[in-house]
């Protein structure tokens, strides 16, 4: 009887330090204890992981008692019952255990967090961790003028750039950047661009752009203004539709009915855009017979003119008077 219970001590050691071990490297993988809040089904869930970290059947020791695991935040345990005279065995050959009640010869192993966690907590992992927060900056990053490559999408509350700016899409919500802005798309609620922008889109609810803009989209949902000469290589379309004659709020303003109409705002009211005419009359008058030629408007020359003597229905006066046709 002695060397049995000799070697189930001995395979007891062996499966108790087993489930500790499995549990250690559980947490480390996944950053939490296996088996739930309390872990009470720890070594199952060990048990079910691909590839498994524990073999199937250690829920019962070799004395016949049952092995149940719990935790805190800080601790993993197995608890089992041995046999008398020999839970002090166990309690001797296993780091971390204790007898917690003598008269059922129970005895409880506990191990803490693995000592490279606290280490791991401080330190930023490269690859992605079943433990998110190890792949969460928690201050400032500082690179010291090195470059970041290889990304694929940046998104940012707001972005300061003074350099060279170059990006597949880039989305802020407040986004300035003072050297050169090269990018397939850029979406900002608000972006100041001082030096050069070169994007295939970009959409802004307030954009101020400095420099020279290359586009070939730009859509700005708030109001934009052009300090300098804005050249179209395209036709403009026009989509407010407004009626001829109406109140329109700021002079100099364009718009067009809804027949296509161009109407600009001319003091207060929607009014057509004249067309310049092909030819305008012009006269003159001189008192005492005297000749005089017609003056064209700029823009406009004398075709022919004639002249007459001024007369009434009762006597001759003594004007002149000449009728000329000017032509653009």
Do not use: H
Not at 27 to 36: E, N, Q, T, Y
Not at 45 to 59: D, F, N, R, T, Y
Request: glycine share 10%.
């Amino acid at each position: 009887m002695e060397e049995i219970n000799r070697n189930r001590s001995r395979v007891t050691t062996e499966n108790t330090q087993a489930i500790l071990d499995a549990a250690r490297a559980y947490r480390l993988s996944k950053g939490a204890w296996p088996g739930g809040a309390s872990c009470i089904n720890a070594i199952s869930e060990m048990v079910s992981q691909s590839p498994a970290m524990l073999p199937p059947g250690l829920e019962v020791n070799k004395y016949n008692n049952a092995v149940s695991t719990s935790c805190t935040a800080w601790t993993f345990s197995v608890d089992q019952s041995i046999v008398e005279d020999w839970d002090g065995v166990l309690a001797n050959n296993l780091p971390g255990t204790s007898i917690v009640n003598a008269s059922q010869n129970r005895i409880r192993s506990t191990i803490g967090i693995p000592g490279s966690e606290t280490a791991n907590d401080a330190k930023l992992s490269r690859v992605a961790e079943q433990n998110v927060e190890l792949n969460r900056m928690k201050t400032n990053l500082l690179l010291g003028n090195y470059d970041i490559k290889e990304v694929g999408r940046i998104e940012a509350v707001n972005a300061t750039i003074s350099g060279l700016a170059q990006a597949g899409r880039v989305e802020a919500v407040s986004a300035a950047i003072s050297g050169l802005a090269q990018a397939g798309r850029i979406e900002a609620v608000n972006a100041a661009i001082t030096g050069l922008l070169q994007a295939g889109r970009v959409e802004a609810v307030n954009a101020a752009i400095s420099g020279l803009a290359e586009v070939s989209q730009l859509r700005v949902n708030g109001e934009s203004q052009f300090s300098g000469e804005g050249t179209f290589q395209d036709g403009i379309s026009l989509q407010k539709v407004v009626q001829e004659n109406t109140f329109c709020p700021k002079t100099g303003a364009i718009a067009r009915t809804s027949t296509g109409a161009i109407l600009s705002c001319q003091s207060g009211i929607w009014k057509g855009i004249g067309q310049a005419q092909d030819f305008v009359v012009a006269n003159c008058v001189m008192n005492n017979y005297r000749t005089c030629v017609p003056v064209c408007p700029a823009g406009y020359s004398l075709k022919s003119y004639s002249g007459v003597k001024g007369q009434n229905a009762s006597y001759w006066d003594d004007r002149y008077f000449a009728v000329g046709v000017c032509v653009r």
